[in-house]
Antibody
Framework: QVQLQESGPGLVKPSETLSLTCTLS????????WSWIRQPPGKGLEWIGY???????DYNASLKSRVTISVDTSKNQFSLKLSSVTAADTAVYYC????????????WGQGTLVTVSS | DIVMTQSPDSLSESLGEKATINCKSS????????????LGWYQQKPGQPPKLLIY???TRESGVPDRFSGSGSGTDFTLTISSLQAEDVAVYYC?????????FGQGTKVEV
């Protein structure tokens, strides 16, 4: 079945850049919107931003100055970079899919915990 | 940004009883062009990602048991679990996809 899997370092130092990749299996990255969502330990969900397979992006204004989302259609992957991280960026990071800019998240990765600490 | 506010923060009901979760948006998520409410409900069990239960406020996702139902329109929405089962213990979130930034409610913890 179609699956998403996040990968990347579980520990990042303060002021450095968090980098994660989401790989889609058994499906095509084309014609969908791909998002990053995070969840601090014990807290709620925050949408970070999305990318369309063509490269169009939209970011949450609260993080926009520090976020870059990119896509590699040849590898069925999309990536997140979050710069200048602090302890407040410690969270489980999920990748997820929407069919359009007006639809719910119907497919999620399992999530990966990223801790910001020296 | 559209703020989503859920109530209660937590609830506990007996097996077989009805559970009701409310979600209120700070502005309408009803799009007049198609008369659809851009509102989804998710279930999150410990250590797992959220799972889509309901979209368009009242359409059940494929495979979701029919004891889960969604209702409401405009700014006020409800998720109802008609007969609570042990496997329904989870945190439930509403989410609006009417406009970005897409936003979630703070979550409602359901216990049995």
């Amino acid at each position: 079945q179609v699956q998403l899997q996040e990968s990347g370092p579980g520990l990042v130092k303060p002021s450095e850049t968090l980098s994660l990749t989401c790989t889609l299996s058994n499906g095509s990255i084309s014609h969908y919107y791909w998002s990053w969502i995070r969840q601090p330990p014990g807290k709620g969900l925050e949408w970070i931003g999305y990318i369309y397979y063509s490269g169009t992006t939209d970011y949450n204004a609260s993080l926009k100055s520090r976020v870059t989302i990119s896509v590699d259609t040849s590898k069925n992957q999309f990536s997140l970079k979050l710069s200048s991280v602090t302890a407040a960026d410690t969270a489980v990071y999920y990748c997820a899919r929407t069919y359009s800019t007006s639809s719910s998240f119907d497919l999620w990765g399992q999530g990966t915990l990223v801790t910001v600490s020296s | 940004d559209i703020v989503m506010t859920q109530s209660p923060d937590s609830l506990s009901e007996s097996l077989g009883e009805k559970a009701t979760i409310n979600c209120k948006s700070s502005q309408s998520v009803l799009y007049s062009g198609n008369n659809k409410n851009y509102l989804g409900w998710y279930q999150q069990k410990p250590g797992q990602p959220p799972k889509l239960l309901i979209y368009w406020a009242s359409t059940r996702e494929s495979g979701v048991p029919d004891r889960f139902s969604g209702s409401g329109s405009g700014t006020d929405f409800t998720l109802t679990i008609s007969s609570l089962q042990a496997e329904d213990v989870a945190v439930y979130y509403c989410q609006q996809y009417y406009s970005t930034p897409w936003t979630f409610g703070q979550g409602t913890k359901v216990e049995v």
